[in-house]
């Protein structure tokens, strides 16, 4: 089940194309993708077990008003904002479109019923294991594993390589420039750190509705989840940007790793081939969309006292509605908005994982959340290119890493270094 929730639209879409544009530099690339799509949402399940399975033990040591914002933030970016919009968006631009075409199932008419069973599913949260991890799960796995070997297997050109007379596009440049830390931001995308703190919280209230009382096995159990989920996730990012980065020939020039996913199915298996991607993608989207909209009305439904059935069908209508922007829309929307945000996640999972080792945590977390805002801002004024903010981007680039993305990382580490050696307060005799 927390595979399935994780193997989600971002999953599916990113890697290819960041696998084309990096080329020969795949593998670097790949390697910065992994350390932030699957290391940073691994250690946060774990960093959920550890606080004690839900967001207010997450955010314990922040102010309550800090805490309730960032939790909020994450909530709405993760739920109807982008990644729960995105969900229905890439299953009908990936697996439903290419079969039928946008006239015969307009979109409007497809996010609908997308939302319509995420919803029923949704409202179901006691049965999620026996629907998700033992039925839909299994299918999803056999058709990746099949649509993953034939990659490898027989790919459709070397790797790196493009079609005659195309150009190499800016962002491919960059890739080349700097291929781990574009992977790295890239990782951004998926919005899976985000996702396993919501997720985490999920299947600890999952366990509980399965008898499982005890923390101490709610923690262990959610950590061997999340490493199950960690291989698997690794397994397909790594065959996605094998796919993408052999897919110059027949999909250069795509805007988005959904089409570039569509072509080269079409190309290894035909028409046939597309109704299995359209079935792994639905079920990948679908399964998702399930775990945000739970775990968003859950949170929302303890923050504001309201019914979480009635959460779900308002969270699903929304979402339903954000859907129709469009794909390549509302993902260049989203990235500055994730590129502010994703640093105070990070900052929060690791300073729960070390907090035993701070001898001042409220202190530690409020300064350390704090840089790592503000820095993290900073990268995303560059991202949007905010008009008027020139000169604040130029004194900025002295920072260090600053221009690829990562101001926060250098001052981010440091901060917790110090908080980590900070001493105990004296104690007069």
């Known amino acids: 089940m927390t595979f399935a929730f994780f193997l989600g639209a971002g999953n599916i879409i990113f890697p290819p194309l960041a696998g084309q544009l990096a ?11 992994l350390v932030t799509a699957v290391g940073l949402p691994l250690l946060t399940l774990i960093a959920v077990a550890v ?6 033990s997450v955010t314990r040591d922040l102010p ?9 933030a994450i909530f709405i970016v993760i739920g109807p904002a982008f990644a729960l919009p995105r969900t229905s968006l890439v299953a009908y631009e990936t697996g439903m479109k290419p079969l039928f075409g946008e006239s015969v199932v307009p979109l409007w008419l497809y996010t609908i019923g997308f939302f319509t069973v995420a919803v029923a599913l949704a409202l179901h949260r006691g049965s999620l294991i026996d629907y998700i991890g033992k039925v839909l799960t299994p299918i999803l796995i056999v058709l990746l594993a099949v649509l993953g070997i034939a990659v490898v297997v027989e790919p459709l050109a070397p790797i790196g390589e493009l079609a005659a007379g195309s150009a190499v596009s800016d962002a491919a440049k960059a890739y080349h420039e700097a291929p781990f830390s574009k992977g790295f931001i890239e990782g951004y995308n998926t919005m899976d750190t985000f996702g396993a703190l919501m ?32 291989i698997g996730l690794a397994l397909v990012y790594t065959s996605l940007f094998y796919l993408g980065a052999t897919s110059g ?27 299995i991607l359209s079935a792994v993608v639905t079920l990948a989207c679908l399964t998702t969309a399930v775990g945000l909209t739970g775990a968003c009305s859950d949170y929302f439904a303890n923050l504001l006292g309201m019914k979480y059935r009635t959460l779900v069908v308002v969270f699903a209508a929304i979402s339903a509605l954000v859907a129709n922007v469009g794909l390549s829309y509302l993902i260049s929307v989203s990235i500055p908005v994730l590129i502010a945000l994703y640093p105070v996640a990070v900052a929060l999972v690791v300073l729960n994982l070390l907090r035993r080792h701070l001898n001042h945590p409220k202190q530690a977390f409020r300064w350390v959340v704090g840089i790592a805002f503000a820095l993290a801002l900073l990268d995303a004024i560059k991202a949007a290119d905010v008009p008027g903010a020139t000169t604040l981007v130029e004194t900025a680039s002295h920072l260090p890493l ?20 900070w001493p105990k307060p004296s104690v007069d005799k």
Do not use: C, H
Request: net charge negative.
């Open 23 to 33: 080329g020969t530099e795949v593998t670097l690339a790949m390697l910065g993708f």
């Open 51 to 56: 606080a004690g399975g839900d967001m207010e």
């Open 64 to 72: 309550r008003a800090v805490a309730v914002s960032i939790t909020v």
């Open 199 to 230: 997720f985490g919280v999920l299947i600890v209230d999952v366990l509980r509705k399965k008898g499982v009382s005890d923390r101490g096995f709610q923690a262990s159990y959610l950590i061997q989840a999340g490493v199950i989920a960690a």
């Open 249 to 275: 020939t027949v999909a250069a020039g795509a805007d988005n790793g959904g089409e570039i996913l569509a072509l080269y199915v079409q190309g290894v298996f035909g028409q046939p081939g597309q109704w």
């Open 402 to 421: 600053f221009g690829y993305g990562l101001a926060w990382l250098v001052p981010v580490t440091a901060a917790v270094v110090v908080a980590m050696a």
